[in-house]
């Protein structure tokens, strides 16, 4: 997972722990993973995707720069949620 927060800032009072990650990539798509657990006993509660795309400066679909690609494989594809 790479990352991994713990929030309380609610009403109720509980704490959720919300969880992302990089599933996958391509030239221009980032694929996002999140996880939300409500705590203490990591009840799942929420799981969601999402694509990110990189745009140019007419916001027409671009390739990831390298030098920013580089940055993202730091972080673990393929691990499971819990």
Not at 2 to 20: C, L, P, R
Not at 48 to 76: C, G, M
Request: aromatic letters at 14%; one cysteine or more.
């Amino acid at each position: 997972m790479s990352t991994s927060h713990v929030h309380s800032g609610n009403q109720s009072g509980d704490k959720f722990v919300v969880k992302a990650r990089i599933s996958n990539s391509s030239g221009a798509h980032l694929y996002f993973e999140y996880f939300i657990f409500k705590m203490p006993n990591e009840e799942p509660i929420l799981e969601a995707k999402a694509t990110v795309v990189w745009l140019d400066k007419n916001y027409r679909p671009a390739r990831i720069h390298p030098e920013f690609r580089s940055k993202f494989v730091q972080f673990p594809r393929c691990e499971e949620p819990n």
